[in-house]
Nanobody, 122 residues
Framework: QVQLVESGGGSVQSGGSLRLSCVAS????????MGWFRQAAGKEREMVGV???????AYVDSVKGRFTFSRHSAKRTVYLQMNNLLPEDTAMYYC????????????????WGQGTQVTVSS
């Protein structure tokens, strides 16, 4: 059974940092595209970033230069290092995976985690 489990969320002040983790089980995570998405209260879910099988990542403009996506294949884990957090980064963050990049990019990924809450206060 495929499962994604996120952790690392919490409450920080503006300018602070958090590192989110997403541990995959039930399949070889290195064969999947992975992505981080977020949904703020009252807003639609948006893509934060995606990382391909070679570890090359792409990000939404609002987090470029502040967030870094990485993966550790042996640990079946992907990370989202978030620096210089802003109040507008407050959201539930979700990890997702799919073998099809387009499905991941369009938020139609096959596998999703349960989410981890990030709250940034000003």
């Amino acid at each position: 059974q495929v499962q994604l489990v996120e952790s690392g969320g919490g409450s920080v002040q503006s300018g602070g940092s958090l590192r989110l983790s997403c541990v995959a089980s039930g399949y070889a995570s290195s064969t999947y595209y992975m992505g981080w998405f977020r949904q703020a209260a009252g807003k639609e879910r948006e893509m934060v970033g995606v990382i391909d099988r070679d570890g090359i990542a792409a990000y939404v403009d609002s987090v470029k230069g502040r967030f870094t996506f990485s993966r550790h294949s042996a640990k079946r884990t992907v990370y989202l290092q978030m620096n210089n957090l802003l109040p507008e980064d407050t959201a539930m963050y979700y990890c997702a995976a799919d073998r099809d990049f387009n499905l991941l990019r369009t938020q139609k990924a096959t596998y999703w985690g349960q989410g981890t809450q990030v709250t940034v206060s000003s």
